[in-house]
């Protein structure tokens, strides 16, 4: 199993910059790609981003395609989410999640293991 722990989340204004952070621990970090996920306000669970294992593969969702960028440090448990031109619509629980494949998951459903969730709210 692995514990994912997310920090980074806060309050920014419309076109700013936030980035998010993942600490995992409890298993080998590298045999597992990551993910990116929000619930936005009375909206379902969505995929954001994914980058498999060793980092040389990244999916996007079309809606944060260009100005979201997802990263990965095998070394330091640790993966990214550098978020810029951030907009009102991106206001969400933001959650960090990881899965036991060589794949690159875009499906909520395919994640196992979750963070407890990090708010990011986009607000002038």
């Known amino acids: 199993q692995v514990q994912l722990v997310e920090s980074g989340g806060g309050l920014v204004q419309p076109g700013g910059s936030l980035r998010l952070s993942c600490a995992a621990s409890g298993s080998t970090f590298s045999n597992y790609a990551m993910g990116w996920l929000r619930r936005a306000p009375g909206k379902e669970r969505e995929f954001v981003a994914a980058i498999n294992w060793s980092g040389g593969s990244t999916l996007y969702a079309d809606s944060v395609k260009g100005r979201f960028t997802i990263s990965r440090d095998n070394a330091k448990n640790t993966v990214h989410l550098q978020m810029n031109s951030l907009k009102p619509e991106d206001t969400a629980v933001y959650y960090c999640?990881?899965?036991?494949?060589?794949?690159?998951?875009?499906?909520?459903?395919?994640?196992?293991?979750w963070g407890q969730g990090t708010q990011v709210t986009v607000s002038s």
């Open positions: 999640a990881a899965e036991h494949t060589v794949g690159v998951p875009t499906r909520v459903y395919e994640y196992d293991y």
